[in-house]
């Protein structure tokens, strides 16, 4: 193995690991808030994707994709929220099992209107293609672009939390939802923003996935599933653990799909299971 | 201006305030009194549309057994049992919980900076609570104002609650056992303060089982017995000259 794959590899890695992140900081967001396991999440991406695809198949801009897959997946986060979830708030088994059914019903209707054939964007106007070549080296840029992309939404989404109001009221929510609505704040819609806020990066990721990543109506439920093993090891309701926990498993997926194709979701299962063993709460989860 | 009649409060598994009447006049500090258990923390929930306890507003069973009233709690004339919390906050009062609930992952500044209510509004009398003016107030927490409020000493904690509290800009402050847990030169400081904020025309409430303390902070006693019921009230001083309701219904 030479340095040049090894680089590859880890940038691979690193940018499947963008993408996750970008799902499971919305999906640890909404639960550290209203103790929802979101599946809903996952119908978002898939939205967000096929959004974008077909954005860019009729403008042939890749950002017009972007901004359409974040708008729509926005609109359909926004429905589900005023519209059923509020409808059932703090009761948990109606709450998960309508999560669940948004995800089933938005994954067939995909099925329905775009068949079951894989699909991707074409080479879009606006994202960067073609390679970078370094002397030797020689990588994708639209990789390097996701890359890029994440850590500004990330970098962004931690100054949100830590130096605005609006990210303080969402932290104490996290730390006590009762005593921050008798402080006068409305968690409702607290809770409305942050729902179509995650919608909104899920969406993104799937318009920006679709660009990487092969596109089924079933993408969607499985890069929750990724998501959701990210979420459990970085710790439920924390941000800083959905980006180390994003990490690890983007540059675990890649390598192993390299190495040791035939244990692929064994060898993201067991770095969760250890971590559910030695550290329930996740790596930066609170204890309760 | 804090009007609580006939309350009836309870759990799925309890019922536990059968009937509670209960007044806080305006610019005036009631004290609740009451044994574990008896009641104190859920009327407070009640009160500030914190649920459980459900509150039987409208049971036909209940009305026929009371009399025809329904459970009511108003507050300048506003009908809180109708509102949200964060409504109820908006109407002017601001609550000290039990336990005192500080968010632990914020700073001292945030826990105070993320309120609502009338934080920009004021509360019309006095003047406005802000940051600087509640770090004055409590010059400790401007000493403690980056640190993570989970680092806070339990005194420190109390005192953020109320402050958090202030800057909500209330009319009636409630407070549900400010001095549990409280070193007594802790306490000494906490009932200076609070009777600093009632010669401000504050109004308040406070749920405690220190006798002693709330005798010292209140203009009126009342004190919830068993079956759910109010066994006493009345002023303050009749309890220093006869303290036998105390052990009536305290067991002191
Ligand atoms: N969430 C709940 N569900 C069921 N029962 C409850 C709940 N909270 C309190 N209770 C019961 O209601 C009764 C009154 O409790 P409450 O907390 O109001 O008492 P309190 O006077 O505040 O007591 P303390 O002085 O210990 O704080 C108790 O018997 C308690 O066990
Ligand atoms: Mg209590």
Redesign the pocket.
């Known amino acids: 193995m030479n340095a040049t794959f090894l680089v590859q590899l880890v940038l691979n890695g690193l940018s499947f690991g963008a993408l996750l992140f970008l799902m499971a900081s919305g999906f640890t967001l909404i639960f550290g808030l209203m103790r929802i396991s979101n599946l809903a999440h996952g119908a978002f991406y898939v939205v967000g994707a096929y959004v974008a695809v077909v954005t860019v198949a009729a403008t042939g801009n890749f950002w017009a994709g972007l901004v359409a897959g974040g708008a729509v997946a926005a609109a359909v986060g926004l429905l589900v929220e005023r519209g059923l979830l509020r409808r059932v708030r703090n009761r948990e088994m109606p709450e998960v099992l309508i999560t669940v059914g948004v995800l089933f019903v938005l994954t067939d209707v995909v099925l329905a209107i775009f068949g079951g054939d894989a699909r991707s964007v074409n080479a879009a106007s606006g994202a960067p293609s073609g390679a970078l070549v370094v002397g030797d080296f020689a990588y994708p840029q639209y990789r390097l672009f996701i890359i890029g992309v994440t850590v500004v939404i990330g970098l962004l989404l931690f100054a949100l939390q830590r130096y605005t109001r609006i990210g303080a009221i969402v932290r104490a929510g996290v730390d006590d939802r009762e005593m921050t609505s008798a402080m006068g704040i409305d968690i409702d819609r607290v809770f409305t923003y942050v729902f179509v806020f995650g919608a909104v990066l899920a969406g993104a990721a799937g318009a920006i996935g679709s660009g990487l990543l092969s596109l089924t109506p079933f993408s969607g439920t499985e890069i929750l599933l990724f998501a959701m093993v990210v979420v459990i090891i970085g710790g439920l309701g924390s941000v800083g653990g959905a980006a180390v926990g994003a990490i690890l498993i983007g540059l675990i997926d890649t390598v192993a799909k390299v190495y040791v194709p035939e244990l692929s979701y064994f060898t993201i299962f067991a770095p969760m299971a250890l971590v559910l063993v030695l550290r329930p709460q996740g790596l930066f989860g609170r204890t309760a | 201006m804090l009007t609580v009649e006939n309350l009836h409060a309870?759990?799925?598994?309890?019922r536990?305030l059968e009937g509670i009447s209960l007044t806080v006049e305006d610019g005036e500090s009631v004290a609740l009194l009451?044994?574990?258990?008896?009641?104190?923390?859920?009327?407070v929930r009640a009160v500030c549309g914190l649920r459980?306890?459900t509150v039987t507003a409208d049971s036909a069973a209940v009305d026929a057994a009371s009399g025809g009233t329904r459970s009511r709690v108003t507050f300048a004339d506003t009908d809180l049992l109708a509102l949200p919390p964060h409504e109820i906050t908006g109407t002017g009062i601001g609550l000290v919980p039990?336990g005192r609930r500080v968010f632990g992952s914020l700073t001292v500044e945030e826990n105070l900076g993320m309120v609502g209510g009338r934080r920009k509004k004021g509360n019309g009398k006095t003047q406005r609570w802000t940051i600087p003016r509640v770090f004055e107030f409590f010059p400790r927490l401007e000493e403690r104002a980056r640190a993570m409020a989970r680092t806070l000493s339990g005194g420190e904690q109390q005192m953020l609650a109320i402050a958090r509290a202030l800057m909500t800009n209330p009319e009636l402050l409630i407070m549900?056992?400010p001095s549990e847990g409280l070193a007594p030169t802790v306490l000494e400081v906490i009932r200076e303060r609070l009777t600093q904020l009632r010669n401000t025309g504050l109004s308040v409430l406070v749920?405690e089982?220190n006798v002693d303390f709330a005798l010292a902070i209140s203009d009126r006693v009342f004190i919830?017995g068993e079956h759910g019921s109010m066994a006493w009230s009345g002023p303050s001083e009749t309890l220093h000259d006869d303290p036998e309701p105390l052990h009536q219904h305290l067991g002191l």
Not at chain 2, 10 to 14: C, I, K, L, S
């Open positions: 309870g759990y799925e598994t309890a536990v009451g044994r574990n258990g008896m009641g104190k923390t859920t009327l459980p306890p039990q549900d056992e749920a089982q919830l």
